[in-house]
């Protein structure tokens, strides 16, 4: 089985308890560990809805978007489109249920692909990439596709190496899907080559929450 489809295949499995994650559906007992242990989460979230500003008639694309909070957020907020794209069907299909149950799926298009392989038509005010550079094996390729579509800022999470943390989490994807870790002075370097016009490193929690805005 290729790297590629390990990772699709997994999150495919894996996509309903990722999306109880973000609230209405879960347990009282789950809320309470997901405050806990799901901090990076919920900060990449707020920094980056709050990035997105402002966004009433804007253009946004959620790259790897799972199942799909952030544009749905950006939409209800009066994005005029929002393009989610993942690989993983099972992400799509809660991603567009969610829209619909939102009330944005007229400005939501939620489209099964891969961002690496597949050619992304059109520009975007907005870029997020938030939780899948985890799973790039190729960023340098990554950065630059989202600085070539993006016209205004993309936002970036990375997940940070080094600590008990990162190993423990290194272990439990062993079985799972490949990983892929930084240290601020890797994207420091990688952001640099990438020519953007400027770029942010911020460490929240277990991540860095980059924001670059293209040339
Ligand atoms: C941890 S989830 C994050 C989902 C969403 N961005 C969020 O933060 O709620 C990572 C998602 O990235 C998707 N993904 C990873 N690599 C991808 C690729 N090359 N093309 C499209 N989707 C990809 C996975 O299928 C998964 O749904």
């Not at 109880?20 to 789950?30: R, S, V």
């Not at 402002?54 to 907020?77: Q, S």
């Not at 008990?164 to 272990?171: D, G, H, S």
């Amino acid at each position: 089985m290729t790297v590629t489809r390990r990772t699709s295949d997994f999150f495919d499995s894996y996509a309903h308890d990722f999306d109880a994650i973000y609230g209405n559906k879960n347990t009282p007992f789950n809320r309470v560990v997901n405050h806990l242990f799901r901090k990076s989460m919920r900060l990449r979230y707020a920094k980056t809805i709050e990035g997105c500003y402002p966004v009433e008639g804007k253009r946004v694309i959620d790259i790897g978007c799972g199942p799909g909070h952030f544009g749905i957020a950006l939409a209800r907020k009066g994005a005029s489109y929002v393009r989610g794209l993942d690989f993983a069907e099972g992400m799509i299909n809660i991603a567009r249920s969610n829209a619909k149950a939102a009330g944005v799926d007229k400005v939501c298009d939620f489209m099964l692909g891969d961002f690496m392989k597949d050619p992304i038509p059109g520009r975007f005010d907005y870029a997020i990439v938030m939780g899948v550079m985890d799973y790039i094996s190729e960023p340098e390729k990554a950065v630059e596709k989202v600085l070539s579509i993006t016209g205004s800022k993309a936002f970036f999470s990375f997940p940070v190496d080094g600590g008990m943390l990162a190993w423990q989490r290194k272990l439990r994807y062993k079985k799972r899907c490949e990983l892929y870790m930084y240290t601020r002075e890797r994207l420091h370097a990688l952001f640099s080559s990438a020519g953007c016009g400027s770029f942010e490193v911020e460490k929240i929690s277990r991540d860095f929450f980059v924001t670059a805005v293209p040339k």
